[in-house]
């Protein structure tokens, strides 16, 4: 119940389309959820991040979209570009144990040029 | 803001040698963390400090791994005696508060590699 599943494990997308990684989860405890971005030899970097009482969150070319009856919720990348081209992790927090964050297995995106 | 400091960046040892990883976190940050990230069980909570006081070690692999907090601006995780199956990334990473949608912000972490 602690887990958080990622999928895909890796996405090759091309430059000016639609990068999407789902993410699920099983405790409905959890009510934070946030993305996190690694660049190869760098450690994760907070990316975008949504609570369950909204439904959706976009800040620049990311958006969240949350389903909390369905207990997922997905990274759209808009318009991707090569520099996008990372690891990216969901997460997921609980109120009631301040410091955990479950991450998922993490996404490798490539976009080609 | 220097961020996340860590060091070494990369550590390659030899088994049964004893390892320190060293970690300065963001000034003013009270929460630490070290991860472990390997592409077999990806990012593990090794352990979490709130005021330099360790609050959960249960991601401590087993004794060999140490951790200690003596002071706001520095923390170390030791490995004594590393064994191959210990080669992974490491990272320490800090929070601003306590309350936990208050971002981690992780350091560009420490390559181990055990022979």
């Known amino acids: 119940q602690q887990q958080v599943k990622q999928s895909p494990q890796s996405l090759i997308v091309q430059k000016g389309g639609i990068s999407i990684i789902n993410c699920a989860y099983e405790n409905t405890a959890f009510d934070y959820f946030p993305w996190y971005q690694q660049f190869p030899g760098k450690g994760p970097a907070l990316l975008i991040a949504?609570?369950?009482?909204?439904s959706e969150k976009k800040e620049g070319r990311f958006t969240i979209s949350f389903n909390k009856s369905a207990k997922q919720f997905s990274l759209h990348i808009m318009d991707s570009q090569p520099g996008d081209s990372a690891t990216y992790f969901c997460?997921?927090?609980?109120?009631?144990?301040?410091?955990?964050?479950?991450f998922g297995s993490g996404t490798r995106l490539l976009v080609r040029p | 803001d220097a961020g996340v400091i860590q060091s070494p960046r990369h550590e390659v040892t030899e088994m049964g040698q004893e390892v320190t990883l060293r970690c300065k976190p963001i000034?003013?940050?009270?929460?630490l963390f070290w991860y472990r990230q390997t592409m077999m069980r990806g990012l593990e909570l090794l352990i979490y400090?709130?005021?330099?006081?360790?609050?959960?070690d249960s991601g401590m692999p087993e004794d060999r791994f140490s951790a200690k907090m003596p002071n706001a601006s520095f923390s170390t995780l030791k490995i004594q005696p590393s064994e191959p199956r210990d080669s992974a990334v490491y990272f320490c990473?800090?929070?601003?508060?306590?309350?936990?949608?208050?971002?981690?912000?992780f350091g560009p972490g420490t390559r181990l590699t055990v022979l």
């Open positions: 990473a800090s929070r601003p508060g306590q309350s936990y949608t208050d971002t981690q912000y």
């Open positions: 997460a997921a927090s609980r109120m009631d144990s301040s410091y955990k964050l479950i």
């Open positions: 949504i609570r369950p009482d909204v």
């Open positions: 400090f709130n005021n330099n006081v360790p609050i959960d």
């Open positions: 000034s003013g940050h009270n929460s």
